[in-house]
């Protein structure tokens, strides 16, 4: 059996843990005291009835697969809102297959008892012969599958199925990972923020609006559950199913249990939120928006954030669209692109002055701040010549490139004086530019000789822009 990579230890939990979530405690402490060791030394003396294995074999479709990635275990009840990582990682190197042995789950209840700094109630890992847990496999070109609801009963020396009977294996079939988008339909008890969860995986997604994603979720159907803002877990009758996107989820009334973030009681801490300070922007560029939270974790799955943005920098009520400043002007809007997240992006097309809010609601406490951005149109490439430069020497009969830049397209005159601008000859006329960067070829005249020549551009159209050359150039024989 490959070695065991613990993510996460029992310790670091400051709650107490209960049910299938202390048995999976365990379960880690049980696979963590097995690192480092061989197969054959965790398959120990026993085999057959009094150490089952169960085989996870990797298969696409009826043909085995060679999978590299991992094999994460998680609780059955694991909330990924309070522990989003694994506990426990087998690492799977181009293998079909991998072997879970009883022995490596039969340690948990001596293992548990070493844990009591924990919170880990000792009686009730003593008592505890079933351990329900599940597996996420994921590999390194971003394919998965989900397998929930297995469960090893160390009493009965048995790994068993969803149904109940006895498993010797198990198949992991790689899926596509997808990106699953739907609604969720609320009562009053639930609150305006939450966030809904699969029990014992990592998919997590927060509601705004009522609308929640899910990224990388495997193919398939799912439980759900529904975490208000108050840390209270909703049921969800129906199942996730990602090929229904428009399904309407609603979670049951009563809660189930709560979730404990900040310590031994379900507190709403005291925390801050800053904006940060205002900030200038150029149109067309993107900004990005970035709060700071002081007092609670980015990770409390009661926090939610939700940037919006004002009619006017005095004006202090948020609006789903940004509309005139002010009257008579025309309509200004401002995309933001993750508006769940501390840190957001918003693209303008208009330039102004915008007012951004930003609130951080845990449970019954919101805090708001704001922050203003400017944004500039780019200031137009000021009129100039750049080649030829003061002092270089061009030779007669000779072709050079005369380039400028111009805010304009033209038409331009393009013109040559010999004696310091006393006198203006014309190169070209009514030359068509195309972009703001323009380039002539220039022959250079015979008769033209001299250590004090200039070029000089004109924008037929725009009398006001037109480029002068800022020092002699000489024509050489």
């Not at 670091?12 to 049910?19: D, E, I, S, V, Y």
């Not at 003396?45 to 294995?53: I, K, L, M, Q, R």
């Amino acid at each position: 059996m490959p070695q065991i990579r613990p993510i996460a230890s029992a310790s670091r939990r400051a709650g107490p843990l209960t049910g299938p979530l202390c048995a999976a405690v365990a379960l880690l402490a049980g696979l963590l005291s097995d690192c480092g060791k061989n197969q054959d030394t965790l398959a120990g003396t026993s085999s057959g009835v009094d150490n089952p294995a169960i085989t996870v074999s990797f298969r696409d479709g009826a043909t085995a697969a060679s999978v590299t990635g991992t094999l994460d275990v998680y609780s059955s009840e694991q909330n990924p809102a309070v522990d989003p990582v694994p506990l426990a990682t087998i690492p799977i190197d181009n293998q079909v297959s991998t072997v879970l042995r009883g022995s490596d789950f039969s340690r948990e209840i001596t293992a548990a008892t070493k844990l009591g700094n924990t919170g880990l109630s000792k009686s009730s890992a003593a008592h505890s012969t079933v351990t329900v847990f599940n597996l996420v496999l994921r590999t390194h070109n971003k394919t998965g599958n989900l397998v929930l609801g297995l469960t090893f009963d160390s009493a009965g020396h048995a790994f068993l199925g969803p149904g109940g009977g006895k498993l010797k294996g198990v198949s992991l079939q790689p899926k596509p990972l997808v990106r699953y988008e739907a609604r969720i339909a609320r009562e009053a008890v639930h609150g305006d923020a939450g966030r809904v969860f699969v029990p014992g995986s990592p998919f997590l997604g927060t509601l705004v609006d009522s609308l929640f994603i899910l990224e990388d979720v495997p193919e398939g159907m799912f439980p759900m559950r529904f975490i208000a803002a108050d840390g209270k877990v909703y049921p969800i009758a129906d199942s996730l199913n990602t090929k229904d996107s428009a399904r309407v989820y609603r979670p049951a009334i009563v809660p189930v249990g709560s979730i404990d973030t900040t310590g031994k009681h379900d507190t709403i801490p005291q925390f801050e939120i800053s904006a940060g300070i205002d900030r200038k922007v150029l149109l067309g560029q993107q900004a990005v928006l970035e709060a700071k939270l002081i007092g609670v974790q980015p990770t409390d799955p009661r926090l939610s954030v939700l940037w919006t943005w004002m009619r006017d920098p005095a004006d202090s009520v948020p609006h789903d669209t940004l509309p005139p400043i002010k009257p008579g002007l025309p309509p200004r809007r401002a995309e933001i692109l993750t508006p769940t997240a501390l840190r957001s992006e918003v693209r303008f097309d208009a330039d102004g002055i915008y007012r951004f809010l930003v609130t951080a609601t845990v449970g019954v406490r919101s805090h708001s701040d704001t922050v203003t951005v400017q944004v500039q149109r780019p200031e137009p490439p000021k009129p100039a010549i750049l080649h030829p430069v003061p002092a270089e020497s061009l030779v007669v009969l000779k072709s050079y490139d005369i380039q400028w830049a111009m805010p304009g397209k033209g038409p331009y005159t393009i013109e040559f004086s010999p004696n310091n601008g006393e006198k203006w000859m014309p190169i070209a006329t009514h030359y068509q530019g195309r972009e703001s960067l323009q380039t002539f070829p220039w022959t250079v005249p015979e008769a033209g000789v001299s250590a004090r020549c200039l070029l000089r551009v004109s924008d037929e159209v725009d009398t006001l822009a037109h480029a002068v050359m800022a020092g002699n150039f000489s024509i050489i024989h």
